[in-house]
């Protein structure tokens, strides 16, 4: 969909000239601001108070350098990243990522998409992100330990409590979030919640490793009941084996449906009797292994090298929960084709936009990432109010919290797209519902 406002359409020009060979931002900025044009064009207010033009840049980006000693005694350098993207509605807030992949406009992309799922939350959280291009796989706990605080000596002097607080992404999970919380203690010399995804023992809050996949679950039931259906009794893909993937499979499985793949960059499963999660967990969580090492125990199932053939197995509803752009057109159309009824994004932003045209053309209800997604940043937000007031909720405390907002974030995203004429259209009932809070608290503060 082409933009035809003619103020978005300058806009787009000059993000693109700005932020050249950033692909994925200017993918995710084009996506949200096709989203916004019926936005734009009733609130001229919000051109004219700027809040477009200073939504699209950065209040602050931070590229360090992060030297560490590997196990030979060889100095090794990779390159971190914070970008504080926004802070109309609170302290900067959002994931580090650490995967070989990792370059500016990832966590550029990751940042602005970070924005509006955060006020869909309904909590006081602004938008960032960061990373570095640092590969755990293979390494020692020793040198992971070592990556993670020179990463953290640095960017812990930008950090803090109410300033900004970073959480795990990919190549970031509770082994990581340890060795750097450790060592900003010791660095800030107090004792804060400066991060999430913390342990349960040091101020983590219960329920935060499970809430991404479980809310997307949460989500993804909201948006069957509103089309007449449901989980129950029906087939699902699940992309990826990490943290999301794991607590996606087991939430759908514990909400009646089957999940019969999963998979890692090099290749996935295929368990027609439904994927064991416990040799899941075991193999990843614990024993840091392939994905194809399940066919070993369940010789049942079938291993396929490559990642995208998982889209083409035939499924109702398909949880892409490994990485962006991972679903294509033509792994969309395969989806289609296969009777595929709803595609629910865990990862950010894995469908590409010729993908999600697919979606809309063959009806294939589409719950996208800022929304879907949500649930961890969602624990997150309640890691920091428990931290601030020294307290713990249960589990069933902190899970009925996220199921109660995951349902909130969906008839938000509902609502809005009602009332913008886009009945159905979710990714811009997102858009529109996280930009709307954000735009009111950006015109409000003046022109900061
Ligand atoms: P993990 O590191 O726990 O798992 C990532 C999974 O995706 C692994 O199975 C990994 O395989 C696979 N993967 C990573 N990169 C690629 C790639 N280029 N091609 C194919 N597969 C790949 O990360 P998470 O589960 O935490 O994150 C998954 C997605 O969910 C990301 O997009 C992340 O941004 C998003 N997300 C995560 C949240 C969280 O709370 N953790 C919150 C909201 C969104 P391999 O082991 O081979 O690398």
Same mark, same amino acid.
Not at 228 to 233: I, W
Not at 306 to 312: A, D, K, L, R, V
């Given at each position: 969909m082409a933009l035809k406002n003619e103020y978005l359409k300058g806009l787009l020009e000059r993000v693109k000239q700005r932020n050249r060979a950033e692909d994925e931002f200017i993918q995710a900025v084009t996506e949200v601001l096709e989203s916004l044009e019926p936005v734009a064009e009733k609130r001229p207010d919000y051109i004219e108070s700027g809040v477009f033009e200073r939504l699209v840049e950065p209040e602050r980006v931070i590229i360090f350098r992060v030297p560490w000693m590997d196990d030979k005694g060889v100095t090794q350098v990779n390159r971190g990243f914070r970008v504080q993207y926004n802070s109309a509605i609170g302290p900067y807030k959002g994931g580090c990522r650490f995967h070989p992949s990792v370059y500016l406009g990832i966590i550029k992309f990751l940042g602005f998409e970070q924005i509006f799922k955060n006020s869909l939350t309904t909590l006081p959280m602004g938008g960032g992100k960061g990373g570095a291009d #640092?590969?755990?796989?293979?390494?020692s706990d020793a040198e992971v330990m070592r990556f993670c605080q020179s990463f953290i000596t640095e960017l812990g002097r930008h950090i803090g409590g109410n300033l900004d607080v970073p959480a795990g992404d990919i190549g970031v999970g509770a082994r990581e979030i340890g060795y750097m919380f450790g060592q900003y203690k010791r660095i800030a010399n107090e004792f804060v919640g400066v991060l999430t995804g913390k342990g349960i023992p040091y101020g983590g809050s219960l329920a935060r490793t499970e809430a991404t996949g479980y809310g997307l679950c949460y989500f993804t039931e909201e948006m069957l009941k509103a089309n007449?259906? +449901? #989980?129950?009794?029906k087939t699902v893909v699940v992309s990826g084996s990490g943290n999301v993937a794991v607590y996606a499979t087991k939430k759908a499985t514990e909400l009646g449906a089957k999940v019969i793949a999963l998979s890692d960059s090099n290749g996935y499963i295929y368990d027609p009797e439904g994927v064991d999660l416990e040799l899941v967990r075991q193999l990843k !969580?614990? !024993? @840091?292994? @392939?994905?194809? !090492?399940y066919v070993t125990s369940r010789p049942r199932a079938t291993y396929t090298e490559?990642? +995208?053939?998982?889209?083409?197995l035939k499924c109702d509803i398909a949880l892409p929960s490994a990485t962006q752009n991972e679903i294509d057109k033509a792994s969309a159309e395969a989806l289609a084709k296969n009777g595929c009824i709803a595609v629910a994004e865990g990862a950010n932003m894995p469908s590409t936009p010729e993908a999600i045209e697919v979606y809309f053309k063959n009806k294939i209800l589409y719950g996208p990432a800022k929304a879907a997604n949500a649930g961890g940043v969602t624990v997150s937000g309640l890691e920091m109010s428990q931290n601030s007031m020294r307290y713990g909720w249960s589990f069933e405390e902190v899970d009925g919290k996220l199921q109660d907002i995951m349902k909130q974030i969906f008839a938000a995203c509902d609502k809005a797209a009602k009332e913008y004429g886009l009945e159905g259209n979710y990714m811009a009932g997102a858009n529109i519902a996280g930009f709307l809070k954000v735009a009111e608290a950006m015109k409000a503060q003046g022109c900061v």
């Open positions: #640092f590969d755990p796989k293979g390494k007449g259906s +449901s #989980f129950k009794g !969580e614990v !024993e @840091r292994k @392939r994905i194809k !090492e490559g990642c +995208s053939g998982i889209w083409t």
